[in-house]
Structure formats: C-alpha cells, structure tokens
T-cell receptor
Framework: KQEVTQIPAALSVPEGENLVLNCSFTDSAIYNLQWFRQDPGKGLTSLLL???SQREQTSGRLNASLDKSSGRSTLYIAASQPGDSATYLCAVRPARDSNYQLIWGAGTKLIIKP | EPEVTQTPSHQVTQMGQEVILRCVPISNHLYFYWYRQILGQKVEFLVS????????KSEIFDDQFSVERPDGSNFTLKIRSTKLEDSAMYFC?????????FGQGTRLTVV
C-alpha cells in the first residue's frame, strides 16, 4: 500500500533563505507526483506536477525533483519570502491504480520570518 | 484558465441534516473525485467517478454518502444524516489524463 511521508512537519526560516522540503513514497510505481500549497483554512493550489518519466520541473522560484527509484521528491524554494508561508503538500498518483486517485502526505508547514 | 468550482464555500448544518456539496468540474475532464480534510489532518480520498459511475471508494465513503452527476456538468456529494465528525473541508477534483485540478473546497461545519 502506497504511503507518503513529508519531512519536516514544520519549518521556520528567515526571509531570503533557500530551502528544501522533502517527500518520500513507499512504492516507486507512480504515474506522477504533484506539489500543492495550502494556506490556512483554504483550498489546494497545484504548484508543480512531475510525470514519472521526468526528473524535475521548475516554476519561478520553485523547483521540484523526482527520484522514482529511491521514492523521493524534493521541493526547492529559492530566495524565500514571507508570502511563501503556507503548508506544502505532496501527493502521488499510483501507476497501478487505474482510478488515478492521489495519495497524500501530511504536509510541511512553512513559516518564513520577515 | 479552466478551473473547478465548488459551492458553497462554507456550509453550517445541524447534526442529522442532509447536505449537498456541489462541484463544476473542468468540462473536458473524464475523472471526478471527492476528497476531504479534517482540520489538522491529511487529505483523504473519498470517491472517484468515471463514465457516470463510481469507480472506487474508500472505507470512509459508506452508505451515508452518495455522488451524482445529475446534468452532465455538475458533480455533487450528498451527505445524509450528518454527524459532528463530518465537519471537514471537502474538495472536488477533476482530471484528464495527467494532472488533477482541485476546487477551493467547501468547509462543512456540523453543529
């Protein structure tokens, strides 16, 4: 059964730092992996999607990598800003599941201090 | 840019009442989903819907829940006889062949 883990659960860093959020999954047979942002009490905003055949995706200051064989993905945030404060969730879409449901991590709560 | 729309954004209901949460998926998508997130917990899969029928459901999705696509565009989640523990954020999602797109959620509060 696929399980997704995110470490750390919470992270507080000063503004301007580069940082890395980690996501690991137990079954390497995935179709894709998505990173989401969630502000408190709000919805899920998709940040990046990496297909199983890809190694990384970039959007602005965000870069997500995928190492399927080791069951890991990282989300790199460059030059962090207070507006980046949110919970970051990763979710995998198992390849063996034809219904394409997502399996979610518990998230990393990120606080960027001004 | 196409988006998934959910209504209402917030609903308060009394325990035992029925609620219907509504979603308008992206028009050319074929797969539809409901997820929920209890405050402070992981997002959990409830049900997937494809070709006008449920394709998979989780243990959470018991007889209290039902889904419908009444008119070919809307996708609804009905919760009968709501309980306090049904209080959560409910997310609708739709997908084509790759990425899942999520609505902004409906916050359901059962009092």
């Amino acid at each position: 059964k696929q399980e997704v883990t995110q470490i750390p659960a919470a992270l507080s860093v000063p503004e301007g730092e580069n940082l890395v959020l980690n996501c690991s999954f137990t079954d390497s047979a995935i179709y894709n992996l998505q990173w989401f942002r969630q502000d408190p009490g709000k919805g899920l905003t998709s940040l990046l999607l990496i297909q199983s055949s890809q190694r990384e995706q970039t959007s602005g200051r965000l870069n997500a990598s995928l190492d399927k064989s080791s069951g890991r993905s990282t989300l790199y945030i460059a030059a962090s800003q207070p507006g980046d404060s949110a919970t970051y969730l990763c979710a995998v879409r198992p390849a063996r599941d034809s219904n394409y449901q997502l399996i979610w991590g518990a998230g990393t709560k990120l606080i960027i201090k001004p | 840019e196409p988006e998934v729309t959910q209504t209402p954004s917030h609903q308060v209901t009394q325990m035992g009442q029925e609620v219907i949460l509504r979603c308008v998926p992206i028009s050319n998508h074929l797969y539809f989903y409901w997820y929920r997130q209890i405050l402070g917990q992981k997002v959990e899969f409830l049900v997937s819907f494809y070709n006008n029928e449920i394709s998979e459901k989780s243990e959470i999705f018991d007889d209290q829940f039902s889904v419908e696509r009444p008119d070919g565009s809307n996708f609804t989640l009905k919760i009968r006889s709501t309980k306090l523990e049904d209080s959560a954020m409910y997310f609708c999602a739709s997908a084509g062949n790759t990425e899942a797109f999520f609505g902004q959620g409906t916050r359901l509060t059962v009092v």
